[in-house]
C-alpha cells in the first residue's frame, strides 16, 4: 500500500474543460509564465440565508451560474456524474449544517438535472449525523432517499488510501489498535501512523462541503479545509491539539490532487457561528450572521472567516488570532493552493 502525501499543485496537468468536462485541473489557479500565483485573484461569493429554504435557494440560484462563469465549469451529471457532499455535523446539534441550506442545494440540483442516486450525503461521525438529523432509526441512513454515508459504514473508508503522518496516535486510538492487533505489534505501528481517507473523495465522486465556522486556538479557525479534511479522516483526534502538525496536515491532505481536482465548492454558513472556545460546542460563543459564503477554494473562505470572527472577538474584548502568523494559509500557498488573502469577494 502506498500512502498518499501531499503533492504540489504544479505536478497536475492543465486540461481543457470543454474537451474534458468532469475533469478540470485547477482552472481558477492556472499558473501561466508571466503570472504568478501570488497574483491570482481567488473568488468568493456571499449570499443571504435565512429562517428557511427560500432564502437560501434564492441566494443560491443568483450565485452558482456566477460561479460557473468565472470558473469555466458547469454543475451538471455530464460534468459531475456522481455528487458527495460533506455535512458537518460532529458537534451537533448545537454547531451543525442547515437543514435548509442542504435542502436548498438538493433542489438546486435537481433543477440541473441531477437524480437522487446521483448525489451521497456523507460525515464521519454516525451520532452526529443522528443528533442533526440526518438519519435515525426510523428512517434509516437515508435523508430524504437521498443516501448518507458515515464511517461505521464499509465503504466509508479504503485500503490503500490514507495520509500517513509520524504524529503518534491519542491514547484511545492506541488502545484501539492494541485490541485489534494484539500479537502482531509491528503492524499496530504501521497502522497508528496512518489516517484513513473517504473512499468517496477518489472514486466516482466530486464533492461540495458545507462546513459550520468556527475558531480554534490551534488551528486559527475550523473552517472549510478542515470540515473536507480533518473532519473526514479516522485517527483525525491526534491533529486536533497541534498547532503546526494541524495545519500542515489539512493543507497536505487537500493537495492531493484525487481530493483537490475534484472539488465543485464549498460553503461557510454563518447564520449560526462560534468565536471561542472550539473544538467543543459552547453556546456563549455562538454568533448570528444571515449570510453565508461560496468559493471553489476552501482557504479562501477560511480566510474571510478569521477576519469575521475576529471581529466579533474584538467586539467581545477577546484576544485576537494573528492572521499573519496563520500557518493554515501559509502551507496552503507552499502547495500551490491558491494564496487567501488574495480573496475577493462577489456580493448577491
Given at each position: 500500500m502506498v500512502a498518499l502525501i501531499a503533492i504540489s499543485l504544479f505536478t497536475s496537468l492543465y486540461l481543457d474543460a470543454e474537451d474534458n468536462p468532469s475533469i478540470y485541473n485547477r482552472l481558477d489557479q492556472k499558473i501561466s509564465d508571466d503570472k504568478s500565483i501570488e497574483e491570482i485573484k481567488c473568488w468568493a461569493y456571499s449570499g443571504g440565508a435565512g429562517e428557511d429554504e427560500s432564502d437560501y435557494f434564492s441566494s443560491l440560484s443568483k450565485i452558482l451560474p456566477v460561479l460557473e462563469s468565472d470558473h469555466s465549469i458547469k454543475i451538471s451529471p455530464k460534468?459531475?456524474?456522481?455528487?458527495?457532499?460533506?455535512l458537518d455535523t460532529s458537534l451537533a446539534p448545537?454547531?451543525?449544517?442547515?437543514?435548509?441550506?442542504?435542502?436548498?442545494?438538493?433542489?438546486w440540483l435537481s433543477t440541473r438535472g441531477f437524480e437522487k442516486k446521483e448525489i451521497i450525503l456523507f460525515d464521519r461521525e454516525r451520532d452526529g449525523l443522528k443528533e442533526a438529523g440526518?438519519?435515525?432509526?426510523?428512517?434509516?441512513?437515508?435523508?430524504?432517499?437521498?443516501?448518507?454515508?458515515?464511517?461505521?459504514?464499509?465503504?466509508?473508508?479504503?485500503?490503500?488510501?490514507f495520509h500517513d503522518s509520524p504524529l503518534p496516535p491519542t491514547s484511545f486510538d492506541r488502545a484501539k489498535y492494541i485490541l485489534q492487533?494484539?500479537?502482531?505489534?509491528?503492524?499496530?505501528?504501521?497502522?497508528?501512523?496512518?489516517?484513513?481517507?473517504p473512499a468517496l473523495l477518489f472514486k466516482d465522486a466530486f464533492w461540495i462541503n458545507l462546513a459550520v465556522p468556527m475558531d480554534d486556538v490551534f488551528l486559527g479557525v475550523d473552517g472549510a479545509a478542515a470540515n473536507i479534511s480533518l473532519g473526514a479522516v479516522n485517527n483525525y483526534g491526534r491533529f486536533l491539539q497541534k498547532a503546526t502538525m494541524g495545519p500542515a496536515t489539512i493543507a497536505e491532505i487537500m493537495a492531493i490532487p484525487e481530493i483537490w481536482d475534484k472539488r465543485i465548492f464549498s460553503i461557510l454558513d454563518f447564520s449560526t457561528y462560534q468565536v471561542?472556545?472550539?473544538?467543543?460546542?459552547?453556546?456563549?460563543?455562538?454568533?448570528?450572521?444571515?449570510?453565508?459564503?461560496?468559493?471553489?477554494?476552501?482557504?479562501?473562505?477560511?480566510?474571510?472567516?478569521?477576519?469575521?470572527i475576529g471581529e466579533q472577538r474584538d467586539k467581545r474584548n477577546l484576544s485576537q488570532r494573528?492572521?499573519?502568523?496563520?500557518?493554515?494559509?501559509?502551507?496552503a500557498q507552499e502547495l500551490g493552493l491558491g494564496v487567501a488573502r488574495n480573496t475577493q469577494v462577489k456580493h448577491f
Open positions: 460534468s459531475f456524474p456522481m455528487v458527495a457532499i460533506k448545537g454547531i451543525q449544517t442547515s437543514k435548509h441550506l442542504i435542502d436548498s442545494i438538493l433542489n440526518f438519519i435515525s432509526e426510523e428512517q434509516g441512513t437515508l435523508y430524504k432517499n437521498y443516501r448518507v454515508l458515515h464511517a461505521f459504514e464499509e465503504d466509508y473508508f479504503m485500503d490503500g488510501w492487533f494484539p500479537a502482531e505489534p509491528e503492524r499496530r505501528q504501521i497502522e497508528e501512523r496512518k489516517s484513513y481517507l471561542a472556545n472550539g473544538q467543543r460546542f459552547d453556546s456563549k460563543y455562538t454568533e448570528k450572521m444571515n449570510r453565508f459564503y461560496i468559493s471553489r477554494n476552501p482557504f479562501s473562505l477560511d480566510y474571510l472567516a478569521w477576519k469575521i494573528k492572521l499573519n502568523n496563520s500557518l493554515l494559509f501559509r502551507y
